[in-house]
């Protein structure tokens, strides 16, 4: 298994179009196995050079409630009165601790997505 690691953007088109041709392969066989190291340096490079950052509460909090056919007023538990969570929507009043709290138990929306602050930037 002649695999070296990925230096350059050369290197990941090559790892990339070499595991695009080992997609079928089965567990626990050469290619299988070639295909797993594959993935292993290219998932690294991306990590590396492709980060991605978390979106702010607020499309954060759009997003789940898309996906879950929610409404303003089925988030009245996690953040107080339909005024308020109007507030939140609308970016006119952050979320508090308690809100995040309740938000993350509540709906499963990662609370690094929650707590981000408006000038953080990736590192």
């Not at 006119?92 to 809100?99: A, F, G, H, S």
Request: aromatic share 4%; charged share 35%; hydrophobic share 35%.
């Amino acid at each position: 298994m002649d695999i070296t690691p990925i230096k350059t953007q050369r290197d990941y088109r090559r790892a990339l179009k070499e595991s695009e041709k080992l997609m079928g392969a089965k567990r626990n066989t050469p290619e299988g196995d070639r295909l797993d190291v594959l993935v292993t340096l290219v998932e690294a490079w991306e990590a590396r050079h492709y980060p991605l950052d978390l979106p702010d509460p607020v499309e954060a909090i759009k997003y789940h409630m898309e996906h879950k056919g929610l409404r303003p007023s089925d988030l009245v538990s996690f953040i107080g009165s339909r005024n308020r969570v109007y507030e939140v929507l609308n970016r006119k009043r952050p979320l508090t601790l308690k809100m995040i709290r309740r938000l993350h138990a509540g709906l499963g929306i990662p609370a690094e997505s929650l707590i981000k602050m408006k000038d953080d930037r990736a590192a």
